[in-house]
């Protein structure tokens, strides 16, 4: 496993449930459209999402999560800085979404914090 790219939204409280599902549709199909600059190939290797159904109460507003995974940390770097197809469906979602937070790791990798 490489990197993990969590996604965390909170969704305006006059969205509807039809732009909320298409904000999901559209951050899903992520996968698929992002295409790496240089070799033009499809370059997430997974990608999931939905609603949070915690019972804990510590979502602090947070309604929907998506968790991309990229095979190295050059990959994550491609799509937060240089991937076009990103930016469009980010902003597109701007209209609807609260609230965004992004946490980032590597599974096992404990000592290393990029500030």
Not at 16 to 31: G, H, Q
Not at 45 to 62: C, H, I, N, R, W
Not at 90 to 114: K, L, Q
Request: glycine share 8%; with cysteine.
């Amino acid at each position: 496993m490489g990197v993990l790219h969590i996604v965390m939204y909170e969704f305006k409280p006059l969205a509807t449930p039809e732009e909320i599902t298409s904000v999901c549709n559209s951050m899903l199909s992520l996968k698929e459209k992002c295409l790496h600059p240089d070799t033009n190939r499809a370059y997430i290797k997974s990608v999931v999402g939905g609603a949070d159904t915690s019972e804990e109460g510590l979502q602090d507003g947070t309604t929907h999560v998506f968790v991309y995974e990229f095979e190295t940390a050059e990959d994550r770097k491609v799509y937060l800085e240089r991937d076009v197809v990103r930016r469009e469906v980010v902003g597109r979602n701007e209209g609807v979404v609260e609230r965004v937070r992004v946490v980032d790791f590597e599974p096992g990798v404990w000592g290393s914090r990029v500030r």
